[in-house]
C-alpha cells in the first residue's frame, strides 16, 4: 500500500504564489507518472500538470507558463510551483501517482487527499 500526502496549501492574494509538496510512502514500490489534478466547487476534477518518470511534463492551458511541476525522485515527491495566482485558480488540489509494487509490479493509481489553494482578488 503506498500513501501520498499533499501539503503547502493556503491563502494567498491575487499575484502571489504558493509551492505545493506531495510525498509518496510505503514499504516497496516505483513511481511512474506523477501529476496534479484541482477541482473547484461544483466544477469537475480537472488534470493542471504531468511529469513523467523521465522528467516530461505537460500543463493544461490555462497554466502554462504559470505553473511548474517537478520530482525528486530520491524523495519520492512531486512538486507543483505556483506563481501569478489568479482567483480562478482556487481549487482543492490533488495528486495522483501511477506507482508499481509487488508481488506483480502491476500498475496502479494512488491519489492524495488534496490540499485547498485559496486566491483572493
Known amino acids: 500500500q503506498v500513501q501520498l500526502v499533499e501539503s503547502g496549501g493556503g491563502l494567498v492574494q491575487a499575484g502571489g504564489s504558493l509551492t505545493l509538496s506531495c510525498v509518496a510512502s510505503g514499504s516497496t514500490f516505483s513511481i511512474d507518472t506523477m501529476k496534479w489534478y484541482r477541482q473547484a466547487p461544483g466544477n469537475e476534477r480537472e488534470l493542471v500538470a504531468t511529469?513523467?518518470?523521465?522528467?516530461?511534463?505537460n500543463y493544461a492551458g490555462s497554466v502554462k507558463g504559470r505553473f511548474t511541476i517537478s520530482r525528486d525522485n530520491a524523495k519520492n515527491t512531486v512538486y507543483l510551483q505556483m506563481n501569478s495566482l489568479k482567483p480562478e485558480d482556487t481549487a482543492v488540489y490533488f495528486c495522483?501517482?501511477?506507482?508499481?509494487?509487488?508481488?506483480?509490479?502491476?500498475?496502479?493509481?494512488?491519489w492524495g487527499q488534496g490540499t485547498q489553494v485559496t486566491v483572493s482578488s
Open positions: 511529469i513523467s518518470s523521465g522528467g516530461i511534463t
Open positions: 495522483y501517482c501511477d506507482v508499481r509494487s509487488p508481488p506483480d509490479w502491476g500498475t496502479r493509481g494512488y
